[in-house]
């Protein structure tokens, strides 16, 4: 299976929808997409990380725990990076021959497609571009977003929903104060 992009990575991310703010009168609500095998199994699929050959692996109960114990973990990565060692412990890496003889990042999570995800992660870091993954700066957004500003010091996931909303509060606030 090739590298996956970090966009694979914030799709998985945001299959954990914390978004609770209302927008034209519609009051977005939490939800999480991955609550089952079924739903884990569909997700993969989705993403083109089904192994080629499935034979000896099927989805368990603790597939769908690893999934999210990793989503969790790099959610919590992109939250503070000064935490990051207890959180991403279960997902170890090593350095592998791929079939032209040439080195490259492997896990070995025990769920095939979620081991693309965290070789993604760790290809991305050693590239640079994995700073550039955030959360919104919003509490009650949250949404994963890869920040595509020149600097790099985006905030928030949509500058026309969350940005401007945080912009509208803080002049409101200082008009008031």
């Given at each position: 299976m090739d590298t996956v992009?970090?966009?694979?990575?914030?799709?998985?991310?945001?299959?954990?929808?914390?978004?609770?703010?209302?927008?034209?009168?519609?009051?977005?609500?939490?939800s999480d997409h991955l609550t089952s095998l079924d739903d884990l199994a569909a997700w993969l699929a989705q993403e083109n990380l089904t192994p080629e050959n499935p034979v000896g692996h099927n989805l368990g109960a603790d597939d769908l725990?690893?999934?999210?114990?990793?989503?969790n973990a790099l959610r919590e990565?992109?939250?503070?990076?000064?935490?990051?060692?207890?959180?991403?412990?279960?997902?170890?890496l090593r350095l592998s021959p791929d079939a032209s003889g040439e080195l490259r990042i492997t896990a070995d999570s025990g769920v095939p497609g979620l081991d693309a995800i965290i070789e993604a992660v760790a290809v991305s870091t050693a590239a640079g571009t994995w700073r550039r993954l955030?959360?919104?700066?919003?509490?009650?957004?949250?949404?994963?977003?890869?920040?595509?500003?020149r600097s790099g010091g985006g905030r928030w996931c949509s500058m026309e929903v969350c940005g401007n909303r945080h912009k509208t509060r803080a002049y409101r606030q200082r008009q008031s104060g």
């Open positions: 992009d970090l966009g694979v990575v914030e799709r998985f991310l945001n299959t954990d929808d914390r978004r609770t703010f209302s927008r034209h009168g519609e009051q977005r609500t939490t725990s690893t999934a999210i114990s990793l989503r990565v992109l939250t503070d990076n000064a935490q990051t060692g207890p959180a991403l412990a279960g997902f170890p955030k959360l919104c700066a919003s509490d009650d957004c949250r949404w994963a977003f890869y920040d595509t500003s």
